[in-house]
């Protein structure tokens, strides 16, 4: 047993060393900046000014099932109902900075 999780371990190393992660840390400050010249008109503090109890608040993430880092980058990425796609206007890195700043605010209750 010992020997087969050893194996596993060096194996997960190799593969770390031969494919580094391309992604960085997601960047609040970038997050924040993104949200306010890609959401805010519509989501600013946290509302939503086209679907009222669709909002950005903690407890609406939480009913809808958008309270993971997953399901808000995936709403950001290909858009739903009213929520246009944001695919092609804005990369990986700048999505992923978003939906963190959008889950950190939610936290706060968006003070």
């Known amino acids: 047993m010992r020997k087969i999780a050893l194996a596993l371990l060096s194996a997960v190393a190799i593969f770390t060393l031969a494919f580094p992660s391309t992604a960085l840390a997601a960047d609040i400050g970038n997050g924040a900046k993104i949200f306010n010249s890609n959401c805010a008109a519509c989501h600013m503090g946290g509302k939503?000014?086209?679907?009222?109890?669709?909002?950005?608040?903690?407890?609406?993430?939480?009913?809808?099932?958008?309270?993971?880092?997953?399901a808000?980058?995936?709403?950001?990425?290909?858009?739903?109902?009213?929520?246009?796609?944001?695919?092609?206007?804005?990369?990986?890195?700048?999505?992923e900075d978003v939906a963190s700043y959008v889950l950190e605010?939610?936290?706060?209750?968006?003070?």
Do not use: C, H, R, Y
Request: charged share 20%; aromatic share 6%.
């Open 48 to 70: 939503n000014v086209v679907m009222a109890t669709k909002t950005l608040q903690k407890d609406a993430l939480e009913k809808f099932s958008m309270n993971s880092l997953a």
């Open 72 to 95: 808000i980058i995936n709403q950001v990425t290909n858009g739903k109902n009213a929520m246009p796609a944001f695919k092609g206007k804005l990369n990986s890195q700048q999505i």
């Open 105 to 111: 605010k939610a936290e706060k209750g968006w003070s």
